[in-house]
């Protein structure tokens, strides 16, 4: 069935190229690459994405918004540095809203193959749940798309139902700092692969940074099923 399903999928996209050629997300310039991320983005605008702050400077911010004792996760990374509503906050939107799974699977080997050096021994990766009603409305989750393509890159198992998300909680995008923490406290709880996290190092994998609210509370309730520590990876930054 699994198989029948990749197929049908594969000669939808064949069909869709032949009708619709690519078109790099950010600037719509029409792409001809077949393999990697410059199947979704241009050579340009690639090379355009602001890095992000290092490590330490990201661990830093989130001491700004948690005390250490509230603080669950031991450190975090990402790729790049995004501003809402800029032209290159459309690479995130193109998998978070317009369905791009691939470009979500790309983006997610890139982070592990630039990151994974940054990141002490990681034991598995955990994507960020959401609601299965969100799920049901977008199809999938971003976060393990990406969680995904890293888990691939990193040679690591993913846990992608360790946690579950019990409650819809509204977009956090136009909450300030407290309520964001607010939102999220007590949301995420343990799915049908919680055991698999006791006493392991966990990868947490989300599409955004912002205040690190959503990350460190998944962090809390991996900490709590016996996960020994718990680092955290996003695409981008959000500025
Ligand atoms: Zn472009």
Known sequence: MQSFRQALRELCELGFQLLAPRCCCIC??????????????????????????????????????????????????????LREGTPAMRLIYAVKYYGLWDLGVELGRVVGSALSHLLPDVDGIVPVPIHPARRRERGYNQAEAIASGLAQVCHRPLYSRALRRRVATPSQTRLNAVERRRNVVGVFTAGDQALCVRSKTILLVDDVLTTGSTLNSCAEALLELGARRVFAVAIAKAM
């Open 28 to 81: 719509q310039q029409a792409l001809k690459a077949a393999t990697g991320i410059e199947r979704f983005v241009c050579r340009t605008c690639w090379d355009n994405l602001p890095v992000a702050p290092s490590p330490e400077t990201l661990y830093n911010e989130l001491l700004n918004f948690f005390t250490p004792d509230d603080l669950a996760l031991s450190g975090v990374a990402a790729l790049f540095s």
